[in-house]
């Protein structure tokens, strides 16, 4: 009984959550990594950070079955916890998301000698 109420006692003050997505690297090829950080009973703060360098993305980008091709990204937030629960979690979230890659345009191209057409721009 007492190591019971001594387990939980240390899951209860836990303040930093690490989390490493492995699969997804595998799967995937994509980096994923998080830091949560507990400031009280209903609110923390954290960020997420993926970094991605797949070849089948890349592959579909540049024959045209995708638009972007997402490199990074880094996504700060505030969450509020809006439940107790242990086995479900709701919660209010307030991010941002600062990101790269690269991504097509359509662009007009005009001329004097020729019609204007449209094409994509890889940016």
């Given at each position: 009984m007492a190591s019971q109420a001594q387990e939980s006692t240390v899951l209860d003050n836990k303040k930093n959550e690490f989390r490493l997505d492995i699969l997804t690297a595998i799967v995937y090829t994509k980096a994923s990594f998080s830091y949560e950080r507990f400031l009280g009973k209903d609110f923390s703060t954290g960020f997420n950070v993926n970094y991605s360098n797949s070849g089948k993305l890349n592959d579909d980008f540049d024959n045209g079955y995708r638009n972007n091709v997402p490199k990074f990204e880094f996504n700060p937030y505030l969450r509020y916890a809006l439940s107790e629960s242990k086995s479900r979690c709701y919660f209010a979230e307030v991010f941002g998301s600062y990101n790269g890659g690269d991504y097509k345009e359509i662009v007009r191209i005009s001329g004097m000698a020729m019609p204007d057409y449209?094409?994509?721009?890889?940016s």
């Open positions: 449209f094409t994509t721009k890889k």
